[in-house]
């Protein structure tokens, strides 16, 4: 089954094209970071103008790199929820046409329950080995959850974020640091110019105590008056300069912080509800310092980390999602609407 996969919930315009939701035949994101940056964020309306100019010539390089044709798709898969309302109604409305216009089924994804899926592409199946129950992290722009997954289709919530995301407090800590726009890929460079033995800051973990509930917020205003205090402040002219090796510092110090606080709750979520493996999901856990440490941490238990690439946004997930939705419910009308808020568990 060849299921068509479109994502435009945030600032990716992205189509892929997946087999039997496993073997991926083309995957094509088409990235807005560049003029988003300019911003210092996210824009919605610019994202969902890009979207618009991006959509097609994307649905266009998917085909061509599958070596597909129209003829060849079994059914059109695309998120409805959550994300921006005017970025979503872009892929919703050209799923639905699609849909229409070739006559086959539409699957509206949950964007979260996509990022989970992506355990599945390639050689894994976590269902099979080692089975469920399973530990879900997703960490990304706009989400923190830790989910217990019991079958497919199947999803408690665990905990959340109370405040910020964990992909969101890594792009503010590094507005505050001057690197950029994403903030994560950023912390992550400059973090790797210094060896763990070299740390000399240290910033404070939240860990709330008794839940799996995460937050974010502190950890963001101890950095802020950190960097005041070092003299580290981009809104001020007259500290234009400030020394490198203090940014260095701070920004592995921050990573540290949320790296450890990710490891130790997905490890006690899944001693708790003896789930037998962990996977991983949203862009924060394309994070090298977060894979390393939970491989180090979580010696024996199964762990589902995707590339990178699989890990970010991408219309892959989408699709591999849907293969598994079709085995068990019936398409979408072709009335679907977009759920801004839409939750998982
Ligand atoms: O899943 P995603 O691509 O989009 C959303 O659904 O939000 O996640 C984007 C987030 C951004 O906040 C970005 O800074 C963060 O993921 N991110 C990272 C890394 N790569 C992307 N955070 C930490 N380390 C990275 N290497
Ligand atoms: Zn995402």
């Known amino acids: 089954m060849l299921i068509l996969g479109i994502e435009t919930s945030c600032d990716e315009t992205a189509v892929a094209i997946v087999e039997d939701g496993k073997r991926i035949l083309s995957n094509v994101v088409a990235s807005q970071v560049e003029i988003h940056s300019r911003y210092g964020g996210v824009v919605p309306e610019v994202a969902s103008r890009q979207h618009l100019l991006q959509i097609i010539p994307t649905l266009e390089q998917a085909l061509l790199e599958a070596n597909a044709t129209w003829e060849k798709i079994d059914a059109i898969a695309v998120t409805y929820g959550p994300g921006l309302v005017g970025a979503l109604m872009v892929g919703v409305n050209i799923a639905k046409a699609i849909a229409f216009a070739m ?87 400059v973090s790797e110019l210094l060896d763990k033995a070299d740390f000399t800051e240290s910033l404070p973990r939240a860990w709330m105590r008794g839940s799996f509930d995460f937050s974010f917020s502190g950890l963001k205003t101890a950095l802020l008056n950190k960097a005041r205090d070092y003299g580290v402040s981009y809104d001020s002219p007259e500290n234009d300069a400030p020394d490198q090796e203090i940014i260095t510092q701070l920004a592995s110090a921050f990573q540290e912080s949320v790296v450890d606080v990710l490891t130790k709750k997905s490890l006690d979520a899944l001693s708790e509800t003896r789930a037998k493996g962990i996977i991983l999901g949203g862009g924060v856990t394309a994070n090298a310092r977060l894979r390393e440490q939970l491989r180090e941490s979580a010696v024996g238990i199964p762990l589902f980390i995707p590339p990178p690439r699989l890990c970010v946004d991408n219309g892959a997930m989408i699709a591999a999602a849907a293969y598994f939705n079709s085995l068990r419910r019936p398409a979408d009308v072709l009335s679907l609407d977009v759920i801004p808020s839409l939750r998982l568990g």
């Open 103 to 189: 006559e086959i089924p539409l699957y509206g994804i949950n964007h979260l329950e996509g990022h989970i899926y992506s355990a599945w592409l390639d050689d894994s199946d976590p269902a099979q080995s080692p089975g469920f129950p399973l530990i879900c992290l997703i960490a990304s722009g706009g989400h923190t959850d830790l989910l217990l997954m019991e079958d497919h289709g199947s999803y408690s919530l665990l905990g959340m974020t109370k405040d910020d995301a964990a992909g969101e407090s890594f792009d503010k800590a590094a507005r505050v640091l001057g690197l950029g726009y994403p903030g994560g890929p950023a912390i992550q460079k």
